[in-house]
């Protein structure tokens, strides 16, 4: 089964709910959405969680907003349901017991009463005498009788799948080929756990041929595990979907994979998990144009394009099956891009949440800020994620009494002294008192003219007027901040920075 009979493929994102949502597993995610939107099919959503021991509830919520926040929108899964449902595995146990059942009865599948203390001497001994490590198949020819006294007994029991003892395996996978296996380099997998849950290699084959799902995207690291699930799905006698084994995405070092959790190299944080890049401030758009062109290439020349553009052109085919890097700069440069595309009401609207968080004041109070109205357009350009605002906004919600003037020098104009930064600062609030109308371009004119009446540069009249409003070195355009600010509070502020330098100046005197 390659495609659907009206060319359609269906293609299935099926996360193990053991954690928070990776950015390997988001790219996987990513184009799945993008074959099937491709292709006119379906993007189906199943969660497999039959791996009880490692489960977090909390990560199922955790995947579908990962995959909502990128709007990878699913056609099928446990909260849209859909023609197969349900679309979670531990719901469906009676299904991988039946299934297992009839490999049973086809002989190609055992029940195996061997204990975890029998399983672990077994191996051990397998490592004194420098041995491959691995089931040796006790229980695969077992008599009736021997069945049926380790029945009798109540002994329990996993289920194995019984691979061929010779000949070879034969798998394709559409990037790398066709691709053959010696049987006897296999093992006899369990395929049904002792507590009746399935394991992945029975779940995943049965779900995919009940769901019809015509094309398998899994990471390289699943390569290993093609030809015992070949001969699975050739014991039931059906058609193996299209595997396409993606690439491994390495950290910036390009020197090992990428980790599940933060990792610093060469003395920078790289982040790793989906939930992560949110909370840095990552612009969904920006994230799908940078993870669309990991491992397949939109264009060799333009790197910015659309949702729609990426689906038109999109290929299985040319996915290039060699591990490449992260550019995590390439990140940063598209979502600069992507911020600046915003209008500024957007662009408001999309910091309030960082902002509330990192200035601790409530979002609603945010929303309603004019500040903010005047102050967001003119840092659109100096940021290159949501978090950075902060950084640049914070003096404006602050107090007067709390700007920090503990460095006066940071109000000291070039090539000035304290006595003429005061100065400076005098003849600011002087213009600031009756400009009208209280707004930046008026502002800035009457700065201008009173710059080229003191006969000083502009930047050394302006250089204490900063400081004095921020407390800064860095901070948002002059006049917009004044006007943002009000007369009174930046009267009160410049008022707060003469102090702190006629305070210097006796010092020094």
């Known amino acids: 089964m390659t495609m659907l009979d009206n060319g359609a493929a269906r293609v299935r994102f099926a996360p193990s709910p053991t954690g928070h949502l990776h950015l390997g597993g ?75 059942q009839d490999l049973i009865d086809r002989g190609r599948a055992y029940r195996c009463y061997c204990s975890p203390e029998r399983l672990e001497t077994m191996r051990q001994e397998q490592r004194r005498q420098r041995i491959r490590t691995g089931y040796d198949r006790r229980c695969r020819d077992l008599s009736a009788d021997e069945k049926a006294a380790r029945e009798a007994e109540g002994q ?28 006897r380099q296999l093992q006899d997998e369990v395929i049904l756990k002792a507590d009746g849950l399935p394991t992945y290699h029975l779940a995943a084959m049965v ?40 690439p491994v995405i390495l950290d910036p070092s390009g020197k090992g994979k990428m980790s599940k959790r933060k990792k610093t190299v060469a003395g920078k944080e790289y982040l790793a998990l989906v939930h992560e890049f949110q909370d840095a401030g990552y612009l969904p758009d920006a994230m799908f144009n ?14 910015v394009f659309s949702r729609e553009e990426a689906i038109e052109r999109f290929q299985l085919e040319e996915i290039n099956p060699s591990a490449a890097a992260l550019p ?79 460095e006066p020098k940071l109000l000291i104009g070039r090539k000035m002294d304290a006595g003429g930064s005061i100065e400076m600062l005098q003849a600011g609030a002087s213009l600031l008192k009756s400009v009208e109308p209280f707004a930046a371009e008026p502002i800035q004119r009457a700065f201008r ?45 410049i008022g707060r920075a003469k102090l702190a330098l006629e305070r210097l100046e006796a010092e020094e005197g």
């Open 156 to 183: 329990p029991w996993v289920v194995r799948f019984a691979v061929p003892e010779d000949g070879v395996t034969v798998f394709t996978d559409l990037l790398r080929g066709e691709v053959q296996v010696d049987n």
């Open 26 to 100: 988001l790219r996987t995610a990513l184009f799945d959405w993008l074959w099937a939107r491709k292709t006119g099919g379906k993007f189906i959503l199943r969660i497999e969680d039959t791996d009880r021991k490692r489960y977090e509830p909390e990560s199922v919520a955790s995947l579908m907003r990962g995959l909502a926040w990128l709007g990878l929108n699913w056609d099928e899964g446990p909260d849209v349901g859909g023609p197969h449902a349900p679309y979670v595995q531990s719901e469906r146990q009676k299904v991988y017991k039946d299934h297992a």
């Open 328 to 406: 995590y700069e390439k990140l940063d440069w598209l979502n600069s891009l992507y911020i600046r595309a915003l209008k500024p009401e957007a662009l408001k609207s999309a910091l309030i949440p960082f902002l509330s968080r990192q200035l601790a004041l409530p979002e609603a109070e945010l929303a309603g800020d004019l500040r903010l109205d005047i102050l967001v357009p003119v840092i659109q350009e100096r940021i290159k994620r949501l978090d950075e605002a902060a950084d640049w906004l914070d003096w404006a919600f602050q107090d007067a009494e709390e700007i920090d003037y503990n």
């Open 449 to 493: 003219e009173r710059a080229d009446e003191l006969e000083v540069k502009a930047g050394s009249f302006f250089g204490p007027i900063r400081g004095a409003i921020s407390g800064k070195k860095v901070s948002p355009p002059l006049f917009e901040s004044i006007e943002a600010l009000g007369r009174e509070e930046t009267l009160r502020r």
């Open 207 to 246: 779900d995919d041929h009940l769901m019809q799902i015509t094309h398998v995207l899994r990471g390289e690291e699943w390569l290993a595990t093609a030809p015992l699930h070949r001969l699975i799905v050739d014991a039931f006698g059906w058609d193996m979907p299209v595997l396409v084994h993606l």
């Open 290 to 303: 940078f993870l669309t062109n990991v491992g397949w290439n939109y264009d060799p020349v333009e790197e």
